[in-house]
């Protein structure tokens, strides 16, 4: 690389190029985790964004070679949090980029901060794969420090039929449906509630990445109901261009929870099984979830006796605004 980079925020004309981004860094860097075009551009229409001002590309001879972004929350309660998120291109490191785009995020998450909630402490909070030291060590050097652990966990799902349970006290396990979509991002709100970093998801949000994603897989998602009420959920993912990549379909359960009238009745431990068995009859070869080690529900060993075992590590760094 000779020509000097141009800066310039991304648009969403830019997702090809942001998906070349991604592949490259994914071969070096070996998450497993595969994004194509219209993945990116689903995520760069969040609407929490305005990419204007909340993004930022570095382009060399035409081609995009690092990214940021810094999506601050509209709703805060004790403390108001900015997610940042970036990557350089491998063969674009070690010349200064990586460290252009942390300063760029630091300064955009204390705007965006004083902007919506100057009365609030506020955090920019960031996950990095464990591995990436060099990364890590970036941003210990602009003030983030290691927070939290958290687990990409996998079950193979190509082996013998998979036992389901069911929850006591005459809960019922059904299929998602559309007609719960509201009630669920409610209960997914309250069972998260005294989660770590957790806030409130709003009804566009909530139909944006989750119900209306096209990676949305409501034939295995399901409900826990007591009576008409919702009692737990699972919302479970599939990833085009994860399929694509590794040739082998991944359910991956993006959220899981209980609200706490009902715990300690097996509903997580009922839906999980639910969906296992629904994901393995369907052809999917595994699951795969994300969680946070130190989960207060006993999440982890929960997936732990469901056959879940750690593949990669990654760790939630934060800095104060």
């Known amino acids: 690389m000779h020509a000097t980079p141009a800066h310039r925020p991304l ?12 592949a490259a860094v994914e071969a070096v860097d070996g ?40 999506t ?20 674009a490191r070690g010349q200064g980029v990586g460290a252009g785009l942390v300063t760029w995020q630091v300064t955009r998450a204390a705007q965006l901060h004083r902007e919506r909630f100057p009365d609030l402490p506020g955090e920019a909070h960031i996950q990095i794969h464990a591995p990436n030291t060099a990364k890590r060590d ?7 420090q290691a927070r939290r652990w958290f687990f990409d966990m996998r079950r193979p799902l190509d082996g013998g039929e998979i036992p389901v349970t069911a929850p006591a006290g005459g809960l019922r396990v059904v299929p998602f449906t559309a007609a719960y979509e509201e009630a669920t991002r ?12 957790h806030t409130p998801t709003a009804a566009e949000r909530w139909r944006h990445g989750t119900t209306g994603a096209r990676s949305f897989r409501p034939d295995v ?23 694509a990549m590794t040739g082998i379909r991944e359910c ?3 959220q899981l929870g209980t609200r706490p009238g009902w715990r300690g009745s097996g509903v997580a431990t009922a839906l999980l099984t639910t969906c296992l068995r629904a ?5 999917f070869r595994r699951a795969g979830l994300n969680v946070d080690g130190a989960n207060a529900t006993g999440a982890l060993s929960l997936y732990e006796r469901c056959g879940f075992r750690t593949l990669h590590t990654w760790i939630g760094y934060v800095k104060p605004l």
Not at 12 to 19: Q, T
Not at 138 to 144: D, K, N, P, W
């Open 11 to 22: 648009t969403l004309e830019n997702a090809p190029a942001l998906a070349e981004l991604f």
């Open 31 to 70: 998450t497993d985790e595969h994004y194509d075009a219209e993945d990116l551009a689903d995520e760069l229409g969040d609407p929490r964004l305005e990419l204007p001002h909340d993004s930022a590309g570095v382009w060399s001879s035409g081609e995009l070679v690092g990214y940021a972004k810094a």
């Open 72 to 91: 601050g929350l509209r709703d805060a309660t004790d403390v108001h949090l900015v997610y940042v998120e970036g990557a350089v291109r491998p063969d």
């Open 138 to 144: 970036l941003y210990q050097g602009a003030g983030f």
């Open 186 to 197: 409610l209960a997914h709100n309250e069972a998260f509630r005294d989660h770590w970093g």
């Open 221 to 243: 998602s399901f409900l826990a109901l007591d009576g008409d009420e919702v009692a737990g959920y699972l919302i479970s993912h599939e990833y085009d261009a994860e399929t």
């Open 252 to 254: 991956w359960i993006a």
């Open 279 to 283: 994901g393995q009859e369907q052809g």
